[in-house]
Structure formats: structure tokens, C-alpha cells
């Protein structure tokens, strides 16, 4: 079983829709979830962190974490063709002195 | 200067060269990193260094040697690679071990 999960997609939403990433997870001691955004032949980037259950608000991204279900999830509201990007999910894990990614999920926002 | 440099951008050797990757930051973190990706695939965690000590070694082949100078500096030598070898490394540092991790361009690598 892989420790963090993620649907490769694509996932094609149009332009001004609201994009919804998924991210499941096995350490149930996980302590901080962050999200990456990497362009084609770029670097990650990171976008946003989240540490307690609930959601955390920047800007069009909105990042949403449930422990007790072992999930966390980026939304990004008003997508634009500029977001379409592969978004990595990495989450630090107890006893590891390294994040831990998922596979990422590649987003399409179609004009 | 918020950022993560490395040097060179590109690199192509052939497989009996021997070169260096270079990783500098200044935002006064102590961990370090380095990172193999390939096309399509996630970054693979190479080895991490703490306080300028090594302390994870993902089980690297000998053909890359790291080293950490110092607090800003951390350097990825290669020697004998294999054309499977070429990929994209990315250095990254975060404040302490783990943590939010800030990534560098990369150097994309070729090994004819």
C-alpha cells in the first residue's frame, strides 16, 4: 500500500470551474500536509500548508484536511488555464526526517 | 533571499566523466536535500543532511556522493553514471527536518 495516495488524472475542469484535489494517506500519526505545484520540466512549488482538520484559505486555493478520515484536498476556485499543472500532495509522517509524496495529479483547465 | 540556487542548469557527461551538481540557499535552513525525477514520476528522496550531517541515505548507489561543506552549501559529486541515471535533481531545504521544503530549478541531467 502506498503511503499517500493520489488519482493521476488527468483532471479536466473548464476555465472559471472549481478544481478539486484529492489526497489519501496510511500514517494516521501524519502531522502536516502540503501541497506542491510543478510545471512542465519546472521545479515543485509549494502553494499551500495545512496542519489541523479543517480548511485553510489562500487566495483562489483552499486546502482542507480530515484526519480522522486520513484525507486532504486542495481546491482551487476560478481555475484558469494557468493552473493546469501536476499538484504533488506530501505529507511529513512521524519518526521520518523527510516528506513523504504522492505521485501528483495532473490538472487540464480547459479554456 | 528567499530562494534555492543551483548550478548548472544543465549537464550532460558522458559515463566515465566525473562532475558535481551545485545546491546553495541562504535563508539560514539546516536541512538539505536532494532529489531524483524522472519524467512523469514524483521526485525520489536521494539523501537528506540535518545540521550539515548526513541523515538519510535512500539506499543511493556509490555513484553519487553527497557532501554538505557547510550550513548553505550542499554538493551532489557523480562519477560512473549510467544512461538511467539522467533525470532531473532537485535540491530543496526547509528550516529544520522535515518541514515546508522550498525547491531549486533543478539541473537536468544526461548521461550519454
Known amino acids: 500500500q502506498k503511503e499517500v495516495e493520489q488519482n493521476s488524472g488527468p483532471l479536466s475542469v473548464p476555465e472559471g470551474a472549481i478544481a478539486s484535489l484529492n489526497c489519501t494517506y496510511s500514517?494516521?500519526?501524519?502531522?502536516?500536509f502540503f501541497w506542491y505545484r510543478q510545471y512542465s520540466g519546472k521545479s515543485p512549488e509549494l502553494i499551500m500548508f495545512?496542519?489541523?482538520?479543517g480548511d485553510k484559505e489562500d487566495g483562489r486555493f483552499t486546502a482542507q484536511l480530515n484526519k480522522a478520515s486520513q484525507y486532504v484536498s486542495l481546491l482551487i476556485r476560478d481555475s484558469q488555464p494557468s493552473d493546469s499543472a501536476t499538484y504533488l500532495c506530501a505529507v511529513r509522517n512521524t519518526g521520518r526526517r523527510a516528506l513523504t509524496f504522492g505521485s501528483g495529479t495532473r490538472l487540464q483547465v480547459q479554456p | 533571499d528567499t530562494e534555492v540556487t543551483q548550478t548548472p542548469k544543465h549537464l550532460v557527461m558522458g559515463m566515465t566523466n566525473k562532475k558535481s551538481l551545485k545546491c546553495e540557499q541562504h535563508m539560514g535552513h539546516r536541512a538539505m536535500y536532494w532529489y531524483k525525477q524522472k519524467a512523469k514520476k514524483p521526485p525520489e528522496l536521494m539523501f537528506v543532511?540535518?545540521?550539515?550531517?548526513?541523515?538519510i541515505n535512500e539506499s543511493v548507489p556509490s555513484r553519487f556522493s553527497p557532501e554538505c561543506p557547510n550550513s548553505s552549501l550542499l554538493n551532489l559529486h557523480l562519477h560512473a553514471l549510467q544512461p538511467e541515471d539522467s533525470a532531473l535533481y532537485l535540491c530543496?531545504?526547509?528550516?529544520?527536518?522535515?518541514?515546508?521544503?522550498?525547491f531549486g530549478p533543478g539541473t537536468r541531467l544526461t548521461v550519454l
Open positions: 530543496a531545504s526547509s528550516i529544520d527536518s522535515p518541514g515546508e521544503q522550498f
Open positions: 500514517d494516521r500519526g501524519s502531522q502536516s
Open positions: 543532511y540535518s545540521y550539515e550531517k548526513l541523515s
Open positions: 495545512i496542519y489541523s482538520n
